[in-house]
């Protein structure tokens, strides 16, 4: 039996009004169309928008601008002008087209200006950009043909459709045969094609317009009907994000969706694709791309079918804009068609209601300015018509901040730090909807702002965003923008043999590197506002990290007397000026120890000064205040806020200014240490500010202290703090209150990542289809992970090049389930007992916490030599 060839599939391929508006663009179209014929054995549809600005306008000609002679003659030139550009004669070209164009202005149907005239005028762009293109493409030699999309797209009657709606905001057939396929194949020979996106035919053989989002649905209505391979949206952004990326700009292109999700994502929040346009491409079960015509090597994002979805949070997304309208009522809540009542008004105001929330005495809609005219009349009218049922209250502005994603009822205890960071704020309303795709929170919309940034770190932290999911979550749009700052490579990668000879048979082991702390101390020394550089040195007391960094011009900043014993037996010429007290809860021997070592002691209460006034009588003191808030990469760092047990809150300076008057206590510094790993410039430059305007109201203040918390990249894709933002931040409040030296105290900052922890590799176990590779010291040794959730990258040092991997929990010798210090972490499938495992970063509060729990030794240390010097 002789097989019937298959004929080629269609691949359809749009093009928005920027893609088409520049020759070099069109190159680009035409690369891209023959690629997909050549490398695809498939035909390409190509549909295009007008150029950028023509429909508009067009739309302003259509309603009834004034002199529409004269703008259609403004858009003959820019056509004119265009086909010029693209080496092309425009009579040849467009000649009938042009003359239609000026005929339309003076059409007997203008002065009426009836729908079927408007559509006819809305329908110029893309004929003519359609035109030209085609031309432009075969003067390249490229073969393609041009269609008119209304000979192939048949606009829909609908039940209850307005007259305006069924002709300039169509809905179209998505279904066809396989007679009209063979038609649509047989009508060219072209292998490629060019036709428009946006217009369609009337019942009445007249022209029809998509509406909204046109040119996309277009395509995807061609890709439904010719059951293509796929459709490719080419616009130009590289696809859908996990957030707007103007607002978060760490947000994670998103390379695969199924149907539901990107429908979910488009209608929330992202306006790379109407949410109009998937339904046909759903429907068929054609999948959608959408690609970036300026960075095509990107992957974009696939919008499929999916067999097995990843469960998890793909984005969130913020609508501004939101009206609440609350209706509080008694008793009739229960009454039958109550709520029918109620929604009946909505729908006699032309409202359509988006989320609903009730309890027994309330029920609670929003209303989304993008689907509604919600004018303060309407809205008057609204509340009006309603209060014969219930007291109606209106909230607005509020912003509806929705989480889309996957499996969303399964997620709900990943999400507590999402829904502590929304219990700061007052939230009007929850949704969950009942198809599992789609949590929806609606704030205030003052509340709302900075807040995205923040919601999606805390959904990538918790997991509830599947980030390590690499077939959903491409790359940062920070990345993709080129500003992403990468973190330097770590020293210990050149030292690898010498870091593998120390540790064979003494690990656990940290190891040190001096010159990383000589350049971090340097580069703090060079931001300019900063007057005076404490080392907080619980960090890493470290004999030579203190020599070093006194050597830098560092004081020391320390919070025991044990601390200050230590610093005094290490540096017995330091001068006690440039050491720091800052103790918290201390017995007040302590206190009176540091005042007769002449170091600086820095108090956070009254009840101390009333409780010991002979310890304080007559000394100069720094104050500690709480600004009320905290500030960290985690809740157990955050040194601020009421909850936290530091600091003065700031309603009680007066009361202890007033107990310090009579005992002859000056207050000479005014400190406030927020908390650790604090990563926005900003946020820095907050708490100048108001130190120094508290240091005013004291008066005898000569040194404000903003404390430590400097972060560093723990993750490959944290960013290196940015001094020079911060030194910016820091320079304006000087400038505010020059009055002051400025100090900082930090301690990870200078020491974290100068440090290594050393493991050897005790037994490799498979349990429950999770892989364990075991340490010699865990939780014992390093205890950041087990109590901050801390993040460290994990190496096999002696298998570094391998790459082949495996994910492994990182597990140590400890008796506690929370003896891990790093899950699901990729490292060599070789991995096997006597490997030596690098664990980076550790260099701040590292050997600092390590303790002897199970009678387990404390892990050893080791300061390398500088390179290349003799040990
Ligand atoms: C711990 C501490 C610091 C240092 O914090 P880092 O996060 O390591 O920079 C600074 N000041 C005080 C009072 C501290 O307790």
């Known amino acids: 039996m002789a097989s019937i060839p298959s004929s080629p599939r269609w691949i359809v391929l749009k093009f928005g009004g920027t893609s088409v508006s520049e020759r070099a663009r069109w190159d680009t ?10 490398s695809g054995n498939a035909r390409a549809l190509v549909v295009v928008s007008a150029l950028s600005g023509v429909t508009n306008a067009l739309q302003a000609i259509a309603e009834g601008a004034h002199d529409p002679a004269g703008r259609m003659e403004a858009l003959v030139e820019r056509h004119r002008v265009f086909a010029h550009t693209l080496g092309l004669d425009a009579d040849d070209v467009l000649g009938g087209r042009l003359t239609a164009l000026r005929a339309l202005a003076t059409d007997a149907r203008a002065q009426a200006r009836p729908y079927d005239w408007q559509a006819e005028v809305l329908a110029q762009g893309e004929l003519l950009s359609s035109t030209l293109g085609a031309a432009y493409l075969r003067s390249q030699g490229l073969d393609f043909g041009w269609t008119d999309a209304r000979d192939w797209l048949d606009a829909l009657e609908l039940p209850h459709q307005s007259d305006w709606a069924r002709r300039l905001a169509v809905s179209c057939q998505r279904d066809a045969d396989d007679a009209w396929r063979a038609r649509f194949a047989a009508h060219s020979d072209a292998p490629m094609l060019l036709t428009q996106g946006f217009i369609a035919r009337h019942g009445d053989g007249g022209t029809a317009i998509l509406g909204r989002g046109g040119s996309d649905t277009s395509a995807a209505l061609f890709g439904a009907l010719l059951r293509a391979q796929r459709v490719e949206i080419w616009t130009d952004v590289p696809g859908m994000f996990s957030a707007n990326p103007r607002e978060v700009p760490d947000a994670r292109l998103l390379t695969r969706l199924d149907y539901a999700e990107a429908q979910e994502i488009a209608t929330t929040g992202a306006k790379v694709l109407h949410p109009r346009a998937l339904g046909p491409c759903r429907t068929a079960g054609v999948p959608l791309a959408i690609l970036d015509t300026g960075r095509p090597e990107l992957p974009g994002t696939l919008i499929e079918a999916s067999v097995d979805p990843v469960p998890g949070v793909k984005a969130i997304s913020r609508r501004n804009g939101i009206v609440l309208v609350s209706m509080e009522t008694v008793g009739m809540w229960q009454q039958v068609g109550f709520l029918a009542d109620v929604f009946e008004r909505f729908r006699a105001h032309g409202l359509s209601v988006d989320l609903i929330g009730s309890s027994e005495t309330n029920v609670t809609v929003s209303l989304d300015p993008s689907d509604n005219l919600v004018s303060t009349d309407v809205l008057a009218r609204l509340s ?58 609606v704030i205030d919309e003052a509340d709302a702002d900075g807040l995205l940034p923040e919601l999606h770190a805390e959904l990538i932290d918790s997991e509830a965003m599947p980030v390590r999911e690499t077939s959903v979550f491409g790359p940062r749009w920070r990345e993709i923008d080129g500003q992403l ?38 580069a703090l020394a060079a931001v300019a506002p900063v007057d005076r550089r404490y080392y907080a040195i619980k960090a890493n007391p470290h004999a030579d990290i203190l020599r070093l960094l006194v050597d830098e011009g560092f004081g020391l900043e320390c919070v025991s007397q044990g601390e200050l014993e230590h610093v005094f037996a290490t540096l017995p010429d330091l001068a006690p000026d440039r050491v720091l007290f800052t103790p918290s809860f ?59 047990k ?53 008066g005898s203040i000569l040194t404000i202290d903003i404390g430590g918390g400097l972060p560093i990249p723990y993750r490959d894709e944290d960013e290196p703090f940015d001094l020079d933002a911060w030194s910016v931040g820091l320079a304006e409040v000087k400038a505010a209150y020059p009055g002051y030296l400025l100090a900082i105290e930090p301690g990870r900052y200078l020491v974290a990542e100068a440090g290594a922890l050393l493991l050897t590799v005790t037994q490799v176990v498979e349990k429950s289809g999770i892989r364990r590779v075991g340490g010699d010291a865990g939780m014992n040794a390093l205890m950041r992970p087990a109590l901050y959730d801390a993040w460290h990258d994990v190496h096999n040092l002696s298998r570094l090049d391998d790459t082949g991997t495996a994910e492994f929990d990182v597990v140590g010798p400890i008796c506690e389930s929370s003896d891990v210090l790093g899950r699901r972490r990729l490292l060599p499938a070789a991995t096997v007992p006597g490997d030596i495992l690098l664990v980076a970063d550790t260099g701040a509060y590292g050997h600092a ?15 390398l030599p500088a390179q290349g010097e003799p040990q």
């Open 384 to 441: 009006d018509d309603l209060a014969q049922f219930c007291r109606v209250k209106v909230i607005a502005p509020c912003a509806a901040i929705t989480l889309v994603g996957r499996g969303m009822r399964s997620l709900l205890h990943k999400l507590s730090d999402v829904w502590a960071t929304m219990g700061r704020e007052r939230v009007h309303l929850i949704s969950q909807s009942s198809n599992d795709l789609n949590l929806t929170f």
């Open 485 to 522: 700052r990468r973190r330097p490579q770590p020293w210990w990668q050149a030292r690898r043999d010498e870091l593998l000879g120390l540790a064979d048979g003494a690990t656990p082991r940290y190891v040190y590197d001096l010159a990383t702390v000589r350049a971090r101390a340097r």
């Open 646 to 698: 530091f600091g003065l809150p700031v309603d009680r300076i007066d009361a202890f200014l007033a107990a310090a008057r009579p005992l002859g206590v000056r207050i000479s510094g005014l400190h406030a240490h927020l908390g650790s790993g604090v990563d926005t410039p900003e946020h820095w430059r907050s708490v100048c500010d108001e130190l120094g305007g508290i240091a005013e109201r004291i």
């Open 586 to 644: 201390a017995p007040i021997d302590e206190y009176a120890a540091a005042f007769a070592h002449g170091v600086t002691v820095t108090l956070d209460n009254i009840e101390a000064l009333m409780r010991w006034p002979e310890v304080f009588r007559g000394r100069t003191l720094w104050l500690r205040v709480d600004l009320g808030r905290g500030e960290g990469h985690h809740a157990k760092v955050m040194t601020g806020g009421l909850a936290s």
């Open 849 to 863: 916490m390590a303790n002897t729990y199970n009678r387990r030794e404390l892990p050893g240390e080791t300061v």
């Open 29 to 38: 179209v035409g690369r891209l169309a023959r690629e997909r014929h050549q």
